[in-house]
């Protein structure tokens, strides 16, 4: 559908929040706690942080989350019978405050999760998601959306994108799905006529950093390359990165067993820790750390964009803020790009 542009009042925020609630939607948003902002089921509009850049987490816990069931089993002498997960049971979520670099981070993580056999549990969680995103008006050194391709008013991912005009003014709707159009269509006196809005003037200013084009084509020639090692000398191999990162998608399976009865679950995993590619042997084909920097940023950077058309990174900056040894991603693969 074509975008429809609307206006909502700063006064009528809280009554658009609560008339979801009342829907019986489950409401996750930006939140205040123990120092970080994180998303976090809320209650009250009241509970929704608004002075932050970013949040710790990306959204995509929602969608995936880090550990979930996918079926039970029980063991007799007839067998083992399985129950797989109740998708009816998955409830219908609003995922409130979304960064424009969050919401496109959706469209690898389906790349992913489509790419082969198409994930059934995943595919149900985003189809009973909405993304309402807020564009950003501000940024920090960490923020590279518009180096690969988005832009912090992007719409790309979100259902509906809201932009303050002015540190206290009204808000620009864009209606960009049929799931924004719903909630348009059910609050009807909350959306107004929009005229000629640029919102361009609104919005954060972020500096273009490196050509992830020109960086694709140069990590075609660069397996071997000796800049690997050198930028892998601080990594720690903590994972961090993309423990924060809203496109990494690497899990395990794991089964909780007691006694005859038992779950299996997925469970975030993490391509950088050492025993990601661990076999049984011993023999580990990434042994070295600099091995599994240079997996992290050709998976992001040269391989996804081959196989599945998209890149890896949304441009968040998680990576880099979350970095406790300051592996700054941006001067990573402006690095590559002069190289």
Not at 34 to 59: C, H, L, M, P, W
Not at 302 to 327: I, Q, T
């Amino acid at each position: 559908m074509s975008t429809d542009k609307r206006l909502v009042k700063k006064t009528s925020l809280d009554k658009l929040f609560d008339s979801i609630k009342q829907q019986g939607k489950t409401i996750f948003a930006p939140k205040l706690k123990n120092g970080k902002v994180n998303y976090e089921q809320v209650e009250r509009f009241s509970d929704i942080a608004t002075d932050y850049i970013q949040t710790t987490q990306s959204a995509k816990v929602v969608a995936f989350p880090r550990t979930e069931k996918i079926l039970d089993y029980t063991k007799s002498k007839e067998g083992i019978a399985v129950v797989e997960i109740d998708l009816q049971s998955i409830s219908e979520v609003v995922i409130w405050g979304v960064r424009p670099c969050d919401a496109a981070g959706f469209l690898p993580l389906s790349a992913i999760f489509n790419w082969d056999t198409k994930d059934i549990i995943y595919n149900t969680r985003l189809e009973k998601t909405t993304l309402i995103g807020f564009s950003c008006n501000k940024c920090d050194e960490s923020c590279f959306c518009t180096s690969v391709a988005g832009n912090p008013g992007g719409t790309e991912g979100s259902d509906m994108m809201l932009t303050q005009l002015g540190d206290n003014g009204d808000y620009l709707a864009e209606i960009i799905t049929e799931k924004g159009k719903t909630i348009v269509d059910k609050n009807p006196d909350l959306f107004e006529t929009a005229g000629e809005i640029d919102k361009q003037k609104y919005l954060a200013d972020v500096p273009v950093k490196f050509n992830q084009t020109e960086i694709k084509d140069k990590l075609a020639n660069f397996f071997e390359n000796e800049i690997w090692l050198q930028q892998s000398l601080r990594c720690i191999g903590c994972g961090a990165c993309a423990s924060v990162c809203p496109t990494c998608a690497c899990f395990d399976i794991q089964d909780e067993e007691h006694g005859k009865r038992g779950s299996r679950v997925r469970c975030w995993d993490n391509c950088g820790l050492s025993i990601f590619t661990l076999h049984t042997s011993g023999h580990n084909p990434r042994e070295y750390q600099s091995q599994r920097w240079r997996q992290r940023i050709l998976h992001k950077f040269s391989y996804m964009p081959e196989r599945l058309s998209v890149y890896g990174c949304s441009g968040c900056g998680r990576c880099s803020r979350a970095c406790p040894v300051d592996m700054n991603i941006i001067e990573h693969l402006t690095a590559i790009q002069e190289a």
